[in-house]
C-alpha cells in the first residue's frame, strides 16, 4: 500500500513537474505518419515555421508558449530532421522508429488494381487536383486540435496499414477508418470551410475541410455529400454520409488528416494513438 501511494506520488509529480502542455503531451509523436510538437518560446508576433519549405502551424499551448506542430509524411526514414523559424533559428527533431502491419484486400473490380490508360489519366489529374487541396495553408488557430470523432463507431483499419490488393501492393492506408452503417451523418470533427468536393476514383464522392494553419480533414466512399465549396462549417456539422463509392469493399467512413502536406494519424487527433 505504502509502495504503491510512493509510486503514485512520484508519478503525480513527474506529470505536474513537467514542462510541457496538454497539446504536446496528446499530439507528440514523432514517427513517420505522425506528428512533432516543437516549443517556439514565447514574444510576439507569432514566429512562422516551415518543414521541407512547406509552413506549419504554429499555435499557443495554454496561454504562454508559441509551439509547432509539424505532420511528419509517412515517407519519412527515421533520423533527425529541421524545423526552420522565421527568426533564423533551426530547432531539430528525432523521427523515431515505427512499424506499420500488412493488410491483404481481395477486389473483384480488377480494374481499381491495374487501373486502365484512360483511369491512369483520371487518376492522375484527381490526384492533383487533392493534393493542391492539401496545400492550402490559410490564417487563423484552428477551433480545436484535439478532434471529435466525425462518427460514432468503432476504428477499423489504422492508418498507414501496407496494403495488398490481390497480392500486389499498392499505396499506404492514408486514413483511418470507422465501421458506420451506409447513411450515417459523418461530422466536422473542428470548424471549416469546404475547400474540395469530388468524386474519384479510388475515394469516390470525397469532401475536404480546411481547419486552419494547413490542418485539413478529408473524408471519402460518401454515399451523400451535403454541402459545397466555400461553405462554412461549425464543429460538428454534418456534411454527407457514409457510403462506399470508390475503391472500397463495404460501407465505412474514411477520415484523412493532414499537416503541412502530409497525411498523418488521425487516430493521434482524437487521443487513440498506439505505437
Ligand atoms: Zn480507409
Given at each position: 500500500m505504502m509502495r504503491s501511494l510512493l509510486l503514485l506520488s512520484a508519478l503525480l509529480f513527474s506529470l505536474t513537474a513537467h514542462a510541457e502542455g496538454f497539446l504536446t503531451r496528446l499530439?507528440?509523436?514523432?514517427?513517420?505518419?505522425?506528428?512533432?510538437?516543437?516549443?517556439?518560446?514565447?514574444?510576439?508576433?507569432?514566429?512562422?515555421?516551415?518543414?521541407?519549405?512547406?509552413?506549419?502551424?504554429?499555435?499557443?499551448?495554454?496561454?504562454?508558449?508559441?509551439?509547432?506542430?509539424?505532420?511528419?509524411?509517412?515517407?519519412?526514414?527515421?533520423?533527425?530532421q529541421t524545423l526552420r523559424v522565421n527568426d533564423g533559428r533551426t530547432l531539430s527533431f528525432t523521427v523515431q522508429p515505427k512499424r506499420y502491419r500488412e493488410q491483404h484486400i481481395k477486389l473483384a473490380n480488377k480494374r481499381q488494381v491495374n487501373p486502365l490508360a484512360q483511369d491512369l489519366e483520371r487518376i492522375n489529374r484527381e490526384l492533383a487536383e487533392?493534393?493542391?487541396?492539401?496545400?492550402?495553408?490559410?490564417?487563423?488557430?484552428?477551433?480545436?486540435?484535439?478532434?471529435?470523432?466525425?462518427?460514432?463507431?468503432?476504428?477499423?483499419?489504422?492508418?498507414?496499414?501496407?496494403?495488398?490488393?490481390?497480392?500486389?501492393?499498392?499505396?499506404?492506408?492514408?486514413?483511418?477508418?470507422?465501421?458506420?452503417?451506409?447513411?450515417?451523418?459523418?461530422?466536422?470533427?473542428?470548424?471549416?470551410?469546404v475547400i474540395l468536393v469530388g468524386d474519384y476514383f479510388f475515394n469516390g464522392r470525397t469532401v475536404f475541410i480546411d481547419h486552419g494553419q494547413g490542418f485539413i480533414s478529408m473524408f471519402c466512399h460518401l454515399s451523400a455529400v451535403d454541402v459545397k465549396v466555400g461553405d462554412t462549417l461549425t464543429r460538428g456539422a454534418v456534411l454527407g454520409k457514409v457510403g462506399m463509392t470508390g475503391r472500397a469493399t463495404g460501407p465505412h467512413m474514411h477520415w484523412n488528416v493532414s499537416l503541412n502536406g502530409s497525411r498523418v494519424d488521425p487516430a493521434i487527433f482524437i487521443g487513440a494513438f498506439t505505437l
Open positions: 499530439l507528440n509523436h514523432p514517427v513517420p505518419g505522425g506528428v512533432a510538437v516543437l516549443n517556439l518560446g514565447d514574444g510576439s508576433p507569432p514566429p512562422q515555421a516551415s518543414f521541407n519549405s512547406k509552413p506549419v502551424m504554429v499555435v499557443k499551448e495554454e496561454g504562454t508558449r508559441w509551439i509547432a506542430v509539424v505532420g511528419i509524411d509517412l515517407k519519412t526514414l527515421p533520423g533527425e487533392q493534393n493542391k487541396a492539401y496545400a492550402t495553408f490559410t490564417p487563423g488557430t484552428p477551433s480545436n486540435l484535439l478532434l471529435d470523432r466525425p462518427v460514432s463507431g468503432p476504428l477499423s483499419s489504422p492508418f498507414g496499414l501496407r496494403r495488398f490488393f490481390n497480392g500486389e501492393e499498392r499505396n499506404p492506408h492514408s486514413g483511418l477508418d470507422f465501421a458506420a452503417r451506409l447513411g450515417t451523418p459523418i461530422k466536422a470533427p473542428a470548424a471549416g470551410t
